[in-house]
Nanobody, 123 residues
Framework: QVQLVESGGGLVQAGGSLRLSCAAS????????IGWFRQAPGKEREFVAA????????YYADSVKGRFTISRDNAKNTVYLQMNSLKPEDTAVYYC????????????????WGRGTQVTVSS
């Protein structure tokens, strides 16, 4: 069982930055790949970024590539999402999720989810 708690969301102006954190409770956290997804009102949950268990590979949606950076600190059981040059279209609830294996781009392949943190970008 992995419990995930997101934090770091808030209200920011366009062009600003936020850093989201995803803290996990499990001792086996370091064995999980972690993904960030987001969901805006009236839209489906979409992939944002993912990182493998050992930070060997990272993946990004085209819409955030070059602006967002995912990283992890297994000693702290935490994954981060640094978000720069934020745009109003980045406004959404951001969720972190954990999986042992599977296609990192698809939500259905993840076993555990946090409750999300709201990010609002004003124009």
């Amino acid at each position: 069982q992995v419990q995930l708690v997101e934090s770091g969301g808030g209200l920011v102006q366009a062009g600003g930055s936020l850093r989201l954190s995803c803290a996990a409770s499990s001792r086996t956290f370091s064995t999980y790949h972690i993904g960030w997804f987001r969901q805006a009102p009236g839209k489906e949950r979409e992939f944002v970024a993912a990182i493998t268990w050992n930070s060997g590979s990272t993946y990004y949606a085209d819409s955030v590539k070059g602006r967002f950076t995912i990283s992890r600190d297994n000693a702290k059981n935490t994954v981060y999402l640094q978000m720069n040059s934020l745009k109003p279209e980045d406004t959404a609830v951001y969720y972190c999720s954990a999986q042992r294996s599977g296609n990192v781009y698809y939500p259905a392949t993840y076993d555990y989810w946090g409750r999300g943190t709201q990010v609002t970008v004003s124009s």
